[in-house]
Nanobody, 128 residues
Framework: QLQLVESGGGLVQPGGSLKLSCAAS????????IGWFRQAPGKEREGVPC????????YYLDSVKDRFTISRDNAKNTVYLQMNSLKAEDTAVYYC?????????????????????WGQGTQVTVSS
């Protein structure tokens, strides 16, 4: 069974940092593009960054560029999201998602429907 498990969420003050982890089980992340999505109350789920399976190509939502960094450690079957300079508007449930695209530069944050494997989410709250 393909599973993703997110961790690392929590409460942080504005300007603070958090590092989210997305661990895979039941499959090898090497062959998958990975996306991080977030959903705030009353809003649509939006893509934040993604990373391809092959050369580590990345794409970021404009509002998080220069603040968030996605990375992958295939040896640990884990993808990370380092979030710095957090703002109140970053508050949301964060989900990681995977889609099978071996040896590909593809990934997308344009739509959640491009990904078939999802984690359960981890809450990130930015508040003083």
């Amino acid at each position: 069974q393909l599973q993703l498990v997110e961790s690392g969420g929590g409460l942080v003050q504005p300007g603070g940092s958090l590092k989210l982890s997305c661990a895979a089980s039941g499959f090898t992340m090497d062959y998958y593009a990975i996306g991080w999505f977030r959903q705030a109350p009353g809003k649509e789920r939006e893509g934040v960054p993604c990373i391809s399976s092959s050369d580590g190509s990345t794409y970021y939502l404009d509002s998080v560029k220069d603040r968030f960094t996605i990375s992958r450690d295939n040896a640990k079957n884990t993808v990370y999201l380092q979030m710095n300079s957090l703002k109140a508007e970053d508050t949301a449930v964060y989900y990681c998602a995977a889609e099978y695209h071996p040896s590909s530069k593809w990934c997308t944050i344009a739509t959640k429907f491009s990904y078939n494997v999802w984690g359960q989410g981890t809450q990130v709250t930015v508040s003083s």
